[in-house]
C-alpha cells in the first residue's frame, strides 16, 4: 500500500492564535458600537424626561393659583424630571399676548436646558470626537386657565 504525505496539515494549534488575533482586531468596534449604544439610550431616556417635565411644569402653571409661582413650578419640573435638572436648568415666565395684564388666556412658559455628558469612555476609543456633552432644550407654552399671584417673571425665549 501507498501512503499518502500529509503535507500542510497541522493538529489545529495555529487555530487558537488566529481566533486571538481576529478578536483583537473585532473587540474595539464591538465597544464602541456598544458605547454608542449605551450613550444613545442613556441621553434619549433624558431627553423625554426634561421634555415631560417641561410640559407636566407648564400644565400645573396653568391652574396654578399660589403666591410664589415661579419656585413652585420649577420644583415641579424638578420632581417630574427625577432630579435630573437643577433649579438652574429651568426657566418660567409669563407671555402677554393682548399687551395689558397677564390673564386668563395668556401664557405661561416654562423652559428648561439641560447638558447630557457623555456616560462611556467614547471619546478615549475615538480621538476625532470633538464633543463630551450634549446640550437638551425642552420649551413648553400652555394657556393660563387662572392666574396666579405674581406673574411678573418674563418668558424666556424658545430653544435656538
Known amino acids: ?17 488566529q481566533a486571538m488575533v481576529e478578536f483583537a482586531l473585532v473587540l474595539p ?51 417630574t424630571s427625577n432630579d435630573v435638572l ?13 399687551g395689558g395684564d397677564v390673564g386668563v388666556g395668556d401664557s405661561v412658559v416654562v423652559r428648561a436646558d439641560y447638558k447630557y455628558t457623555l456616560i462611556t469612555p467614547l471619546g ?10 450634549i446640550d437638551f432644550c425642552s420649551y413648553s407654552d400652555m394657556r393660563l386657565e387662572q392666574v396666579p399671584d405674581d406673574t411678573t417673571a418674563p418668558a424666556p425665549g424658545p430653544c435656538p
Open 86 to 98: 437643577t433649579p438652574g436648568d429651568v426657566k418660567v415666565g409669563y407671555a402677554n399676548v393682548d
Open 124 to 133: 478615549k476609543f475615538l480621538t476625532d470626537l470633538t464633543f463630551d456633552s
Open 1 to 17: 500500500m501507498c501512503r499518502l504525505a500529509k503535507r500542510g496539515v497541522t493538529s489545529g494549534s495555529g487555530q487558537r492564535g
Open 29 to 79: 468596534l464591538l465597544l464602541i458600537v456598544l458605547f454608542l449604544m449605551v450613550d444613545f439610550g442613556v441621553g434619549f431616556a433624558r431627553w423625554i424626561a426634561i421634555t415631560n417635565a417641561t410640559r407636566e411644569g407648564a400644565r400645573y402653571g396653568t391652574v396654578y393659583t399660589g403666591n410664589n409661582p415661579t419656585v413652585d413650578i420649577t420644583g415641579k419640573v424638578i420632581d
